[in-house]
């Protein structure tokens, strides 16, 4: 059985694209950009996102450093997610698909 580091692209952008290149992830991202989400929220928010889809994008996620998870010791239990340090150093990357977004409406808005 491969290795977590054999497993990853030797391609720095398929690298990327294989931790966070999918729909769910990205908004996952923009949304923790923002601040420390719970689950339902993020389900709520997240139109279209089934629960096994969250949970799966989130556990691996944390498994891959990107998402922290903390459990508060409350009645009823709360856990948030969060960005790790390694997740916030994808801003720039959000940040450009975000202006990229922007432009490309702007300039095909009209078909």
């Known amino acids: 059985m491969k290795t977590k580091a054999e497993l990853i692209p030797?391609?720095?952008?398929a690298a990327t694209v294989q931790l966070i290149g999918n729909k769910w992830k990205l908004l996952i991202l923009r949304n923790l950009l923002e601040?420390?989400?719970?689950?339902?929220?993020?389900?709520?928010n997240l139109e279209g996102i089934s629960q096994k889809v969250l949970t799966d994008s989130l556990r691996s996620m944390e498994a891959d450093?990107?998402?922290?998870?903390?459990?508060?010791?409350?009645v009823p239990p709360?856990?948030?997610?969060a960005l790790s340090e390694l997740g916030e150093s994808l801003q720039p990357i959000l940040d450009a698909m975000k202006a990229w977004g922007e432009s490309y409406q702007k300039d095909h808005a009209n078909g």
Request: aromatic letters at 14%.
């Open 65 to 74: 450093g990107i998402v922290t998870r903390t459990v508060y010791a409350e």
């Open 10 to 13: 030797e391609c720095p952008v």
């Open 78 to 81: 709360r856990v948030e997610y």
């Open 35 to 44: 601040r420390p989400w719970r689950f339902n929220e993020l389900q709520r």
